[in-house]
């Protein structure tokens, strides 16, 4: 197998940020994507344009995005532990993984996830060995 086409099962691969977001915002809208990714970009007066560009110079924005494009919209079974250390776009999607219908995401799924990283992050950060939460 040659290295350039270890890649060509994930979905990213050819496709450009644009498009991505582009498709992501046909299907879930920019609401979707604010509620779930937390970005500003997608609340604060929101653009294909604008989000492509602050995405391109914001790269753990940009791996959240296209993260979320894998994982969500073309629902593949998350990655191992070695390879999601990877940025989504040199990740390898082993060949037996297809690309699914778009999850069903909603307003209040995404609430509950946002708690429940709250809570994770209160957790972690009074743990005995940080007692004061730094």
């Known amino acids: 197998m040659s290295s350039d086409n270890i890649y060509e099962n994930n ?3 050819g496709v450009g940020l644009e498009q991505v977001l582009t ?3 046909e299907h879930y809208g920019f609401e979707i994507l604010h509620a779930y990714l937390n970005l ?7 653009s294909i344009i604008s989000s492509v560009k602050f995405l391109k110079k ?3 924005a940009k791996d959240k995005v296209e993260g979320f494009y894998l994982y ?5 079974p998350r990655a191992d532990d070695s390879q999601f250390e990877l940025p989504p776009r040199d990740r390898i999607i ?6 699914g219908e778009p999850a069903e995401l909603s307003f209040e799924d995404a ?5 429940k990283k709250a809570k994770k992050t209160r ?5 005995p060995d940080n007692p004061w939460g730094r």
Do not use: G, I, M
Not at 40 to 46: E, H, L, Q, R, V
Not at 94 to 99: H, N, R
Not at 111 to 115: H, I, W
């Open 11 to 13: 979905p990213l691969h």
């Open 23 to 25: 498709e992501l915002v």
């Open 40 to 46: 500003n970009c997608f609340k604060t007066n929101p």
């Open 58 to 60: 914001t790269d753990w």
């Open 72 to 76: 969500q919209y073309k629902n593949l």
């Open 94 to 99: 082993p060949a037996d993984q297809k690309p």
């Open 111 to 115: 609430e509950r996830l946002r708690q």
């Open 123 to 127: 957790e972690r950060s009074s743990t």
